[in-house]
T-cell receptor, first 115, second 117 residues
């Protein structure tokens, strides 16, 4: 079974509008962390936001917010006021357990912001 | 802030030759480094975990004799693709956790685009 599932291979959004990128995860470990990364065409991985499994509130970082629904095992990324520079590949990733440092990545969503 | 420096950023080599990729942690000690491979339009797949002072741990299906990993110091890990073939052409990216008071931060290198002709 896929540990991280991103069901949207590609998304389009109009500039200045909000967009939600979906991510569902599968783990039996009560302690885990969820990450979102942005990867532009140049290839570098840019960290956007993090949500721990025990965090009570949804994470927010500037224009990025994470809609964490633990019971549904979903961790959707919301980007508000989209900008042309937001066009990139977006990956959801998970760390399982208290000790693990490596991440398991989803298949990614290619976001294109339209002018 | 802390970064991971990865070199080279791109390399083209002939089939049968070997290529070394370096990842160096700046401003922090990385006892562990993770090596990922990403084929075009695909996700990052963990290849192996390098540990300073001990052998690397390889993920299932990754040939340890082909992808040699050496974690020579607390700041340097190298991945050598031996006898490279065109199917090894990919984007290789390393990451290193920096342990902090309340957990850790994961830093990524900028990746190496390998093309084998």
């Amino acid at each position: 079974a896929q540990k991280i599932t991103q069901t949207q291979p590609g998304m389009f959004v109009q500039e200045k509008e909000a967009v939600t990128l979906d991510c569902t995860y599968d783990t039996s470990d009560p302690s885990y962390g969820l990450f979102w990364y942005k990867q532009p065409s140049s290839g570098e991985m840019i960290f956007l936001i993090y949500q721990g499994s025990y965090d009570q509130q949804n994470a927010t970082e500037g224009r990025y917010s994470l809609n964490f629904q633990k019971a549904r095992k979903s961790a959707n990324l919301v980007i508000s006021a989209s900008q042309l520079g937001d066009s990139a590949m977006y990956f959801c990733a998970m760390r399982e357990g208290l000790v693990a440092r490596q991440l398991t990545f989803g298949s990614g969503t290619q976001l294109t912001v339209l002018p | 802030g802390a970064v991971v420096s990865q070199h080279p950023s791109w390399v083209i080599c002939k089939s049968g030759t070997s290529v070394k990729i370096e990842c160096r942690s700046l401003d922090f000690q990385a006892t562990t480094m993770f090596w990922y491979r990403q084929f075009p339009k695909q996700s990052l797949m963990l290849m192996a975990t390098s540990n300073e002072g001990s052998k690397a741990t390889y993920e299932q299906g990754v040939e340890k004799d082909k992808f040699l990993i050496n974690h020579a110091s607390l700041t340097l890990s190298t991945l050598t693709v031996t006898s490279a073939h065109p199917e090894d052409s990919s984007f290789y990216i390393c990451s290193a956790p920096e342990v902090r008071d309340r957990g850790f931060t994961l830093h990524f290198g900028n990746g190496t685009r390998l093309t084998v002709t």
